[in-house]
């Protein structure tokens, strides 16, 4: 992990799919509550998958979920400033995906990013997902997120990239985006 203040953001190397073709943003304290709230069994994938509990999630801010996720390492950005990971002044880059318009809430003040298998199991999984998986610290409350893809001029060469780019918001904001948008990346 590197962080970097001066850019405002926050890098991981190495990200994984888990074999399965979505990333998953959330809250996990959140998600609990919601696993709760709705009474819903331990296996969320389930449950995400075959009702519309899982369309509740994402409308609510609970999960922000990216599908077209393939099987590659991926370097994961977490910006809170204006300056994108994919603007050529700041790294050499390669944009090919850009998504606007999604909204998660925070009420632990951390996210993280993980898999979805960790779905299958919870919230056994969440110690894997505190142990082992991509956060970032920030303070509660909603925040508008715009997600990028691509590849990144990275020290050992081109690598598949995404970027988590979060605006705080005062209150809930919409759901603009298109939650089926895929975010497959070209190699080149």
Same mark, same amino acid.
């Given at each position: ?6 850019? @405002? ?12 073709? /979505? ?9 609990? %509550?919601?696993? &709760?709230? *709705?009474?819903?069994?331990?296996? $969320? ?10 369309? !509740?999630?994402? #409308? =609510?801010?609970?999960?922000?979920? $990216?599908? @077209?996720?393939?099987?590659?390492? /991926?370097?994961? /950005? ?13 790294? %050499? ?8 318009? +999604?909204?998660? &809430? ?12 960790? $779905? ?11 142990? *082992?998986?991509?956060?970032? =610290?920030?303070?509660?409350?909603? +925040?508008?997120?715009?997600? #990028? ?7 050992? @060469? ?6 988590? *780019?979060?605006?705080? %918001? ?5 759901? $603009?985006?298109? !939650?089926? /948008? ?7």
């Amino acid at each position: 992990m590197e962080r970097n203040s001066s850019l @405002g953001y926050k890098r991981y190397a190495e990200c994984l799919n888990d074999l399965m073709d /979505y990333f998953i943003l959330a809250d996990i304290e959140l998600l609990t %509550q919601f696993q &709760q709230t *709705h009474d819903l069994s331990y296996d $969320l994938l389930t449950e995400f998958t075959t009702t519309d509990s899982g369309d !509740t999630a994402v #409308r =609510d801010g609970v999960i922000l979920p $990216l599908a @077209g996720i393939e099987n590659h390492p /991926y370097t994961v /950005y977490f910006t809170l400033d204006a300056a994108s990971v994919f603007d050529s002044e700041i790294k %050499q880059s390669d944009l090919q995906r850009h998504q606007s318009g +999604y909204l998660v &809430q925070v009420i632990s003040q951390r996210l993280y990013l993980f898999t979805m298998p960790i $779905l299958r199991r919870w919230p056994n999984f969440m110690t894997v997902v505190t142990a *082992h998986k991509p956060f970032i =610290d920030v303070d509660n409350g909603w +925040y508008q997120v715009t997600v #990028r893809a691509g590849e990144t001029l990275q020290e050992s @060469g081109w690598e598949p990239t995404i970027e988590f *780019h979060l605006c705080p %918001q005062d209150t809930k904001p919409e759901l $603009l985006a298109d !939650t089926s /948008y895929r975010f497959q990346i070209t190699r080149a």
